[in-house]
């Protein structure tokens, strides 16, 4: 390995920031206490839970009642889904979903709303996928394997549609709306009012904050089955000792990322750009995937069918540039992602496909010496 590491794989995760670190510490050997006890010490961690919940619905433009703490994406997801689909019903995902989405709603009745070639899920899509079973709908605000930024306010005003119809009709099936901000949280406005959304998944991990802690969103009109039972935690929907410190952690990296994400936005636009440019110069054959406007601004997606992208992958981590094949739990899994199977593409394709994603430990002028090493990379793997 290099002396230097190049890290462009953001969306798998990112380092937690120093004044998030900050701010959890002191729940870790001082404040220790529990949340639920009521000497002075519990009272203190209490207050120090509910600031962040205050915190976080601030951001959110929502209610502090209406944030629950989690531990991850992956745990909100299933609260939020699994809690809707206890009581029956029919579930609706986009065919470029995470794979916690896909999990969660496996066991029940679903239908796949297919995507186009970039990625891209149209309401009309979403619509069609829609009966009068259908009780929740979930469509990501940005997808992690493209980084291709869905239509969910329009999404939202369509289903209002067949919330409207279903009235007229006498259905009284309820038809909510979660979405997973995940990766979007560091680039996309979040305010739920105008998203449109019933619930709403968040990732501290994908945020520069600590793994295994999330939020989930949920409206006042939503209603679920518990998730975990015990002492009634969290709405009684995830029961368990709060995670303080965690609380604080998602709280604060929550406010950093919304607070610079214009500036962010912008810087990485900017080296986005510079890499696909250097990287189409030097490989004319490779295809940037994704939709061409609407992506976050530091996700890149390409492929070269037929080149061994996995291979491409190890000799980069012996140089310290550090990518990804893909999406990390398909990776993690050893199976293709579905994602790239749903905007078409050919097991040759899938196989050449490489996942570059930019955040705060990249650099402008790191990308001409990234590009050349990325570029040499794959010349050496397609000359073998």
Same mark, same amino acid.
């Given at each position: ?18 004044? $998030? ?30 600031? *962040? ?14 944030? $629950? ?43 796949? *709303? ?54 007229? @009709? ?35 991990? +994908?945020?520069?904050?600590? +793994? ?35 609380? *604080? ?20 636009? $900017? ?61 993690? +899994? ?47 793997? @397609?000359?073998?």
């Amino acid at each position: 390995m290099g002396e230097r590491t190049y890290y462009l794989d953001h969306a798998a995760a990112t380092p937690c920031d120093e004044r $998030v670190i900050a701010a959890m510490a002191p729940f870790w050997a001082e404040t220790f206490y529990n949340p639920s006890a009521g000497y002075e010490g519990g009272r203190m961690a209490r207050q120090a839970l509910e600031n *962040a919940r205050v915190t976080c619905s601030r951001i959110l433009g929502a209610k502090p009642y209406e944030i $629950v703490f989690t531990a991850g994406a992956t745990e909100s997801v299933h609260i939020a889904l699994g809690g809707v689909l206890a009581g029956g019903g029919h579930a609706v995902v986009s065919a470029v979903e995470h794979a916690a989405v896909q999990a969660a709603v496996a066991s029940y009745a679903f239908t796949v *709303a297919h995507v186009d070639g970039r990625g891209y899920v149209t309401p009309e899509a979403v619509a069609a996928a829609v009966n009068d079973e259908t009780v929740v709908v979930s469509v990501a605000l940005a997808d992690n394997e493209f980084g291709t930024v869905q239509p969910v306010a329009e999404i939202a005003r369509r289903l209002e549609r067949i919330r409207n119809d279903r009235r007229t @009709r006498g259905v009284v099936t309820p038809l909510y709306l979660h979405s997973d901000g995940s990766q979007a949280a560091i680039s996309l406005d979040m305010k739920v009012s105008r998203l449109g959304v019933d619930m709403l998944t968040l990732n501290a991990a +994908k945020c520069y904050g600590p +793994k295994q802690v999330g939020l989930l969103w949920l409206g006042s009109q939503v209603r679920l089955r518990p998730f975990l039972s015990g002492g009634g935690q969290e709405r009684g929907l995830r029961s368990g000792t709060e995670n303080v410190a965690g609380a *604080a952690g998602i709280a604060t990296a929550f406010e950093l990322v919304q607070g610079a994400r214009h500036s962010e936005n912008e810087r990485l636009a $900017v080296m986005r750009t510079e890499l696909i440019g250097r990287l189409s110069a030097a490989v004319p054959d490779m295809v940037v995937d994704g939709h061409p406007k609407k992506h976050l601004p530091g996700h890149i997606h390409i492929h070269l069918a037929g080149l061994d992208a996995e291979r491409v992958v190890f000799r980069l981590s012996d140089e310290g540039i550090y990518c990804a094949t893909g999406a990390a739990c398909a990776a993690n +899994k050893q199976t293709r992602s579905l994602s790239l199977e749903a905007v078409g593409m050919s097991p040759a394709e899938a196989d050449g496909s490489l996942r570059l994603t930019l955040g705060h430990l990249n650099k402008l002028e790191d990308i001409p010496y990234v590009a050349g090493r990325i570029a040499e990379a794959i010349a050496k793997e @397609r000359g073998l």
